[in-house]
């Protein structure tokens, strides 16, 4: 399945990694959280988010008597992309093309 790696079009802000099926399926999910319409993207190959050292154990446990708590944080300042990853994100890879999410606006 297709990974995304999408950034706001004016400011070029971080949007998030997405994998999903099609161009549609991005769209929506990237409503979740911003308008997709303002965005643009990058196909990545293949890679992943890592912790070279001991994170948290999975899945994480919810407390029986949970009223609505959020659960403990994820430790993402522990995490690394892998190489390729690594490459989108700092321009090293940067034979991509970005194109718009709706390519039509």
Do not use: Q
């Amino acid at each position: 399945m297709p990974t995304f790696l999408v950034r706001i079009i004016e400011t070029h802000d971080l949007v998030g990694i997405f994998v999903c099926s099609n161009l549609r399926e991005l769209a929506i999910t990237i409503d979740e959280c911003t308008d997709a319409g303002e965005c643009e993207y990058i196909r990545m190959a293949s890679g992943g988010i890592m912790w070279t050292s001991p994170a948290i154990p999975i899945p994480i446990e919810l407390p029986e008597d949970d009223d609505g708590c959020e659960p403990s944080p994820m430790p993402w300042g522990a995490a690394t992309f892998t190489e390729i990853w690594w490459g989108y994100v700092y321009g090293f890879r940067s034979a991509s093309r970005w194109r718009k999410v709706f390519p039509d606006e």
